[in-house]
């Protein structure tokens, strides 16, 4: 199975400015042939399911503020949120699907400062 | 709007079979993937497997002895079946839609497993 590994397991930031989360995997998740990366971003708010920030590690969901930015390739990413607001904090995940078993990372929880 | 719900008991036995249901509104079963994806405190979020609309399906390795997924296109529904239960089970349930990522997910439904 790809392991993925966040970081930092927890962060604290102040409204208005920039949180940055990282997420690596065991092995590559590049798809050479289409230059893809099988990766996609979740933010969990309490009680809710997840909901999809980005996928091919960059690809914003529809409707997703544009504060939310995912980059990264091969096996190092990180999702950045910029402009902090009061209704970001969550859990964050990634999650690869570049081969099954598909798998998530540990989560990283998002606080305000 | 695509809306799935979950269903099923929140509480089952160690050893029985835990058994789901999730209801499809809004939109058609057909050519989609659906999988379910459990949380626990203990594990986080574990997908558990897809299945195609068609029946193909690809279960995680770690549980594939134990899980069986079906769906009814007919009514819009998706099930999953996982036998022989322990209290390593005990999890919140999601119900999904996509084959890679999860652009819907359902509520979930949290299932205990317990005497």
């Known amino acids: 199975d790809i392991v993925m590994t966040q970081s930092p397991g927890s962060l604290a930031v102040s409204l208005g400015e920039r949180a940055t989360i990282n997420c690596k995997s065991s092995q590559s998740v590049l798809y050479s042939p289409e230059n893809k990366n099988y990766l996609a971003w979740y933010q969990q708010k309490p009680g809710q399911p997840p909901k999809v920030l980005a996928y091919?590690?960059?690809t914003r969901e529809s409707g997703v503020p544009d504060r939310f930015s995912g980059g990264g390739s091969g096996t190092d990413f990180t999702l950045t949120i910029s402009n902090l607001q009061a209704e970001d904090v969550a859990v964050y995940y990634c999650?690869?699907?570049?081969?099954?078993?598909?798998?998530f990372g540990q989560g990283t929880r998002l606080e305000i400062k | 709007q695509v809306l799935l719900q979950e269903s099923g008991p929140g509480l089952v036995k160690p050893s029985e079979t835990l058994s789901l249901t999730c209801t499809v509104s809004g939109g058609s079963i057909s050519n989609y993937y659906w999988n379910w994806i459990r949380q626990s405190p203990g594990k986080g979020l574990e997908w558990i497997g897809y299945?195609?609309?068609?029946?193909?399906?690809s279960y995680n390795p770690s549980l594939k002895s134990r899980v069986t997924f079906s769906i009814d296109t007919s009514k819009n529904l998706v099930s999953l079946k996982l036998t022989s239960v322990t209290a390593a089970d005990t999890a919140v349930y999601y119900c999904?839609?996509?084959?890679?990522?999860?652009?819907?997910w359902g509520q979930g439904i949290l299932v205990t497993v317990s005497s």
């Open positions: 091919w590690a960059s």
């Open positions: 999904g839609r996509g084959g890679r990522w999860n652009s819907y």
């Open positions: 999650q690869q699907f570049y081969t099954t078993p598909y798998t």
């Open positions: 299945m195609y609309y068609s029946g193909r399906t």
